[in-house]
């Protein structure tokens, strides 16, 4: 029999996609064909034709890399009972959790993440949670110190209880829970629990509605002369596991970094730099959880599930990060807005875990310490792990220049990257050296040192994850996902179209800057370690703000040519055959791809058509900003997404899935596209009666292409007619209106010409 110690902690599968294989290859075919076409068709060359060949060549290229990426896709399993052979004693877990405004992250989200994160199945004297709070809030703080006394009741419950979920706010939003449990003494205790949570609410309730929430007495004194962007660092242990005691609540700490105008203070990157070297002070764990404020744990199992990777003989050399998927809780129907991310992680995300790995999502992650302090796998291997902090090699400026001048977390930093255990001091409170904590949480303390550049998270996109994630497979480092059944982490996504296109926004363009920065993917494989399929997945998914312009460009075409009665499309001759298939096929694949998920069909539709709006405008938007940035005229902020209090009892609402709209600019292209398609099947419609059929150059094609974007846009076609947030400011609709009648003309410009 194998030594059970040698056995691998997890496995990694191949899945075999064959026919979703089959459908992509023949998509890739059919644009090749499309494109051969173009170019042998000498007789008909025209600028509609010529922009249509340079959009068609950036769509097959984009298919190139999405087949790449989904080609070989990979899951793991991880086996539990081998872990505790391997490894007698678990490692410890510091686990961070980041909130930055506590009305667009209502405490009780947030309290409902740590409440969760703290009741882990882990050994509690193992764990240390750290919360940073970029909104300076007394309120939040506030919450967490209730929270903490609710912990002592909840964290027993949920161990002899075995619960689930964690969070009690899903938990008691589940009637049923109360009689799933046959013990007499359950059902007292649970109503008691629930009455306290209940207490607790209500608490934090009274809190949010005074205007000075908790008479900064006390405790709050620190908060009364503090500014959102103006206050020094405040650091405070609300509660110390002081017996390290396995069974008790973990430590918990809240983190307000310094903040001063005059400093940059690079958002969630920032924040969550603050809290390694925080926590490295105080804690030192060797592995770190992260994770939104409003992402709860699911499955309180999940560390082991994690750790079976990262401890794995093989794992260990190699994997980086352990990334869990992103789920949503409230989720609209149909999944209305696009947003739910279900289908996509499944087929790119199971691709790139076949790949070197899967990207960085900035939550649900397991990363290790030494990882983030800039090891390389190759450092990582050598047997003695000596780099020369100890022996001095390594002269004292160097260290400093890297970490900067804290003299404890150099010595902190040093056990990590040469592998030793962090003697935890008795006390935290004891050893907490306020001045220490607050100095490596000053907005100064970064200047002129490795942090955002080679250590910790990287700085200079709004997509900071992915960013950092990038730079540990530039290194070498593998990253695996782990999701065990039930789904680990549970979130928040927007519940409106404006929160999902800030968001995209966000996303799109944080992406494209890492693009067109010196961490671009392509230099990655060039001068790194990066994997070249890696490196396509990678140009694959930050290319998506790029991906607007031809977008935009082919859904003008249609337009185009029916007012300039020409075409773009092989309508009359034997190739119309081709855009046809694409485009069947192309759809028939999405939708099998979305069934076979499990997801409805109206899902699938709401997913393309949603596809087509934020490509046009949340990611042209991004686009944009991208562009100003580098003009230098402007630069991207982090917009923080809204967390909604969790509904109670459903959300039938029959607005839900709406359009809501504002004056921002996001919304006229959109609109721009729908009515420049009105007026292009308003003439199609009157050159069909007023021209005989040899007259008209376009054919059906190009008018199913007009009618299809207005199917698409219906959302915004609604919004024309719509009232209140429903509809699109007469603003909009006017500026739009202008834009339109001025393709119009122009193409009548270039026609008669
Ligand atoms: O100045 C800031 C801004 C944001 N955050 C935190 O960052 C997290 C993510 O912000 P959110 O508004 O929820 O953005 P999402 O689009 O939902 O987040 C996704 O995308 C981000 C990158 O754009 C990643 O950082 C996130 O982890 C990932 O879940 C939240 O916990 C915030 O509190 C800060 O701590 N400081
Ligand atoms: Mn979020």
Request: proline share 5%; net charge neutral.
């Amino acid at each position: 029999m194998a030594n059970q110690n040698t056995l691998p902690l997890y496995q990694k599968n191949w899945i075999k996609h064959r026919f979703s294989r089959a459908m992509d290859s023949l998509v890739l075919l059919l644009l090749f064909m499309l494109l051969g076409y173009r170019v042998c068709s000498h007789n008909i060359y025209t600028f509609p034709w010529f922009v249509a060949f340079l959009c068609e060549s950036w769509f097959t290229f984009t298919w190139i890399t999405t087949i790449s990426t989904k080609w070989t896709p990979a899951k793991t399993t991880t086996f539990l009972d081998r872990l505790f052979l391997r490894v007698p004693e678990l490692p410890q877990v510091d686990l961070f959790v980041t909130t930055a405004d506590p009305v667009l992250e209502p405490p009780i989200i947030t309290i409902n993440t740590v409440l969760s994160l703290l009741a882990l199945d882990y050994p509690a004297n193992k764990l240390a949670c750290y919360v940073s709070d970029d909104g300076c809030s007394p309120l939040t703080f506030y919450a967490l110190v209730e929270a903490a006394k609710f912990a002592k009741h909840w964290i027993p419950f949920c161990k002899k209880y075995n619960v689930q979920v964690r969070a009690p706010f899903r938990y008691f939003s589940d009637e049923v829970t109360a009689n799933k449990n046959d013990l007499p003494e359950f059902g007292q205790e649970w109503l008691k629990v629930k009455e306290e949570y209940g207490q607790l609410c209500r608490k934090i309730q009274n809190a949010a509605q005074k205007s000075n929430p908790c008479q900064l007495l006390g405790e709050f004194a620190v908060f009364s002369e503090t500014q959102l962007r103006n206050h020094p660092t405040i650091i405070k242990v609300i509660w110390e596991n002081k017996e390290g005691l396995s069974d008790g609540v973990p430590h918990l700490i809240y983190i307000s970094r310094e903040k001063r105008p005059e400093h940059p203070h690079h958002y969630k990157a920032g924040a969550m730099n603050v809290l390694t070297r925080v926590s490295g002070l105080m804690t030192n764990a060797p592995f770190i959880l992260n994770v939104d404020c409003d992402m709860y744990v699911n499955n309180p199992k999940i560390a082991l599930h994690a750790l079976c990777i990262l401890l794995d003989p093989k794992g260990e050399q190699e994997v980086a990060f352990v990334q869990c998927p992103q789920r949503f809780y409230d989720a609209v129907k149909d999944d209305a807005y696009g947003n739910q991310l279900v289908a996509l992680p499944m087929y790119i995300g199971g691709g790139f875990a076949g790949l070197q790995g899967i990207i960085y999502a900035g939550t649900n992650c397991f990363h290790r310490r030494e990882v983030i302090y800039g090891l390389s796998p190759d450092e990582g291997v050598q047997n003695s792990k000596d780099f020369g902090f100890t022996n001095g090699t390594l002269s004292e400026k160097e260290l400093v220049h890297k970490f900067g001048t804290s003299r404890g977390f150099i010595e902190s930093a040093t056990h990590t990257l040469e592998g030793k255990i962090f003697k935890t001091k008795d006390s935290l409170l004891k050893s907490l050296d306020l001045e220490a904590e607050s100095q490596v949480a000053s907005c100064e303390y970064e200047y002129s040192t490795a942090w955002g550049k080679q250590v910790g998270w990287i700085y200079g996109s709004t997509s900071e994850d992915v960013l950092t994630g990038l730079e540990m497979h530039t290194k070498g480092w593998r990253s695996e996902v782990c999701s065990p059944d039930p789904m680990a982490f549970m979130g928040c996504s927007p519940q409106d179209n404006l929160g999902q296109m800030a968001q995209h926004k966000r996303w799109s363009s944080g992406l494209l800057d890492i693009f067109l920065s010196k961490h671009c993917p392509i230099f990655g494989t060039l001068f790194g370690k990066l994997q070249f399929r890696e490196c396509l997945a990678y140009i694959w998914i930050t290319n998506w703000a790029l991906r607007s312009v031809p977008e935009i460009c082919y859904a003008v075409l249609p337009a185009y040519c029916i007012i300039t009665n020409s075409s773009f499309l092989p309508n009359k001759e034997a190739g119309m055959w081709i855009p046809a298939t694409l485009f069947v096929m192309y759809n028939i694949s999405a939708l099998l791809e979305h069934v076979m998920t499990g997801l409805s069909v109206q899902t699938w539709w709401n997913n393309q058509r949603m596809g087509r709006i934020t490509t046009m405008t949340s990611c042209f938007f991004g686009f944009l900003d991208i562009l100003l940035k580098r003009l230098r005229i402007s630069d991207t902020v982090f917009e923080i997404t809204k967390k909604d209090q969790p509904s109670s009892g459903g959300s039938n609402n029959k607005n839900v899935g709406r359009f809501i709209f504002n004056e921002s600019l996001i919304f006229l292209p959109g609109t721009t596209i729908l009515l420049v398609q009105l007026i292009a099947l308003v003439t199609s419609w009157w050159r069909w009666l007023t021209l005989v059929k040899n007259e008209r150059a376009y054919g059906v094609g190009e008018v199913f292409c007009s009618a299809y974007l207005v199917i698409c846009y219906l959302p915004f076609l609604k919004g024309l007619f719509g009232k209140g947030k429903y509809g699109i400011p007469l603003s909009t609709i006017c500026k739009a209106t202008v834009l339109a009648f001025l393709f119009a003309h122009l193409c009548n410009g270039t026609a008669t010409n």
